[in-house]
Structures are given as structure tokens and as C-alpha cells.
């Protein structure tokens, strides 16, 4: 059975993708397709900002792309051997909060320890910050241009300082419609799509309601009296089984986008979004 997941490949040290191989487990072939690029942004504002990690109670990751920022502050700054030498040091000496085990695995490559990793998405880490976090020193959250306001709220409201740093931002995959494109030309439609961010859906969705359309017109061609609103009705059925969400940001942004949601992962890992999709699709389900 066919599924698809609208993200970047990204090889373990297994040398494969541990969403293809753990959905191969249960039988499923899976695709990746990327639908975003990034672009990194005040990177000489944010090379400053960790320059001085006295200035700062800790660090909050929660997205694999602003550890990336680091990574490249180090490098064109020429900072990786201070980095090495004290300032990795200095920043291991404070909380370093991170949402997810993939994003903690690149912080644990650039030398840093990591707490929180297992709370799975920014609300349960903001809970898990405020049961926590006494610094009289701000946490400094390197983020993307949409990021959710779920977690600064939360550290606002119970008085804990934060700032924010915006480091990247996402665009749209310049290869997305052609590959779409020539998935659905060779492989179908597929048993299921997995979103993993709403910036990801936004960019997406029109491209997949459009080649999911030919594949309902096969069903059941468009008669005269046939409206916009029948059509994406009938679409909406035909796909009821279909979607999935890796956490619960993007299923919130399915559903504002009046779409069912047959599968949120339990934790953002492929693990648990396999389990998630195996339980969807079973006959039983619903």
C-alpha cells in the first residue's frame, strides 16, 4: 500500500529514512516529497546572541532548521573552534529545551545536551520549561517567521523570560508540482498523505486537490448540476482515510481547512506516525 509524505528524505546512520523503514514494517511503501526550502535570516544578529551565553538562561530548539542556523553562524563566523573550546562549555552549563528527538539529535551534534525532548510538541515542552525553569536570565528560541505562539504565551503567562530570534523562514519547494506531478502520473493516489507543518499544507494542498481531482473524475465524472462545493464534498469522502498530521499544530491546520484528520502521531517520530497510519487504514477504522 502506497503512502505519501510531504517532507525532506533524510538519511539515519542506517542509511535510510526512518520514516520509509519504519513504514515498511507495516507493509506501506513510502515516498518523501519536500514542499518547503528555507531561507536563514539574521544570522549575524543570532552569531552575536550566542557569542555571550552569560546574557542567557538557556536555549529552546523546536525545529531542526534553526539548529541548522547555528551550524552556519559557527561556520562562516569562524567560531567553530571558540565554539569547541568554551562556548559549547559555557552553554552546556544552562537548560538547552528541545521539541523532538530528530531536532535533539542535531543539537547533540553540535555538542549540546539536551532536556525535553520527549514532550513532543511546544505546548508539552512550554509545560515542561515552566515546571522547571527559575533563571532570572531570558531563554533565547531561535525560530522560523511562523512560528506558533503556543509556547511563548505560555512562558509569558507564568512569567518566565523568553527571546525570540527569527532565523529562517519557509518557501515554497521549487520542485514541488513537478514532482507531484509525476508521483500521482506513475504511482497513483496514494492510501494516505502525511503533512508535517501547516506552512507545508499551505503550500501543497491546491497541488494535491488538483491531481486528486483527476482520479474522482474517473469515479464519477462532473454532471451539469455538479457545484465547486459538490466536487470538493465529494473529494473530502473520497479522502476521509487519507490525511495525516504529524503532531497536533498541523492537525489543528487540516481541520481550519475543513479537511478530516484520520491521523495525528502520538509523538512526532516515525515511529509513532507509522503505528498512527497502520491504524488508519485498517479496515475497521473509521
Not at 542567557?56 to 559557527?74: N, W
Not at 497541488?207 to 448540476?225: A, T, W
Request: glycine residues 8%; proline residues 8%; aromatic residues 6%.
Amino acid at each position: 500500500m502506497k503512502v505519501l509524505l510531504l517532507k525532506d528524505p533524510k538519511e539515519d546512520d542506517r542509511g535510510q529514512d526512518p520514516y520509509i523503514r519504519e513504514l515498511g514494517l507495516y507493509g506501506f511503501e513510502a515516498t518523501l516529497i519536500p514542499v518547503l526550502s528555507f531561507e536563514f535570516l539574521s544570522l549575524p544578529s543570532f552569531s552575536e546572541k550566542l557569542s555571550h551565553p552569560e546574557g542567557y538562561g538557556g536555549l529552546i530548539f523546536t525545529s531542526p532548521r534553526a539548529v541548522e542556523a547555528v551550524e552556519l553562524c559557527l561556520e562562516k563566523d569562524n567560531k567553530t573552534e571558540v565554539w569547541e573550546k568554551s562556548l559549547r562549555e559555557k552553554w552546556n552549563a544552562k537548560s538547552v529545551y528541545v521539541v523532538g528527538n530528530a531536532t535533539a539529535s542535531l543539537v547533540n551534534k553540535i555538542g549540546l545536551d539536551t532536556e525535553g525532548e520527549n514532550c513532543g510538541n511546544a505546548e508539552k515542552l512550554a509545560e515542561y520549561i515552566c515546571s522547571r525553569e527559575s533563571s532570572a536570565l531570558p531563554l533565547l528560541f531561535p525560530c522560523g517567521t511562523l512560528k506558533g505562539e503556543i509556547l511563548p504565551k505560555m512562558l509569558k503567562d507564568k512569567g518566565i523570560p523568553m527571546e525570540s530570534i527569527t532565523v529562517y523562514q519557509k518557501i515554497p519547494h521549487p520542485g514541488i508540482q513537478a514532482n507531484l506531478n509525476s508521483y500521482y502520473s506513475q504511482q497513483g493516489v496514494p492510501a494516505s498523505i502525511t503533512f508535517f507543518s501547516p506552512s507545508g499544507l499551505t503550500h501543497s494542498l491546491k497541488h494535491i486537490q488538483e491531481l486528486s481531482g483527476d482520479s474522482i473524475d474517473q469515479i464519477k465524472p462532473p454532471g451539469p448540476r455538479d457545484t465547486r462545493e459538490n466536487c470538493r464534498q465529494l473529494w473530502l469522502l473520497r479522502s476521509a482515510k487519507r490525511f495525516a498530521a504529524i503532531g497536533p499544530t498541523t492537525a489543528r491546520a487540516l481541520a481550519a481547512q475543513g479537511l478530516p484528520v484520520s491521523c495525528t502521531a502520538e509523538s512526532p517520530t516515525p515511529s509513532a506516525l507509522a503505528a498512527g497510519i497502520r491504524t488508519a487504514l485498517q479496515p475497521h477504522s473509521c
